[in-house]
Nanobody, 119 residues
Framework: QVQLVESGGGLMQAGGSLRLSCAASGSISRRRTMGWYRQAPGKQREVVATISSGGTTNYADSVKGRFTISRDYVKNTVYLQMNSLKPEDSAVYYC?????????????WGQGTQVTVSA
């Protein structure tokens, strides 16, 4: 069974940087699109960035130019480099693995890691 474990969250001042990691344990298909989502208190979960098996990346408009998603197939890990952090980036960040041949109900989620950005 595939599990995703996030790490790297924490407290940072505005303008600072953090790097989140998402390590996949078990057998995870390289065909899966990996993504980072976030959810702030009182708000719906939203997509932050995704990276396909071929390396195509997509970003939410709010993070373009500041965040970078990448994946290491050898380490089975996905990263989210977050620069120029803003207080509105504060949220619980979740890692997601989506297989193109399966429904969203079959997605794998991590447990989340808290990111707090102070003004």
């Amino acid at each position: 069974q595939v599990q995703l474990v996030e790490s790297g969250g924490g407290l940072m001042q505005a303008g600072g940087s953090l790097r989140l990691s998402c390590a996949a344990s078990g057998s995870i298909s390289r065909r899966r699109t990996m993504g980072w989502y976030r959810q702030a208190p009182g708000k719906q979960r939203e997509v932050v960035a995704t990276i396909s098996s071929g390396g195509t990346t997509n970003y939410a408009d709010s993070v373009k130019g500041r965040f970078t998603i990448s994946r290491d197939y050898v380490k089975n890990t996905v990263y989210l480099q977050m620069n120029s952090l803003k207080p509105e980036d504060s949220a619980v960040y979740y890692c997601n693995a989506h297989h193109p041949d399966l429904s969203q109900q079959d997605d794998v989620w991590g447990q989340g890691t808290q990111v707090t950005v102070s003004a």
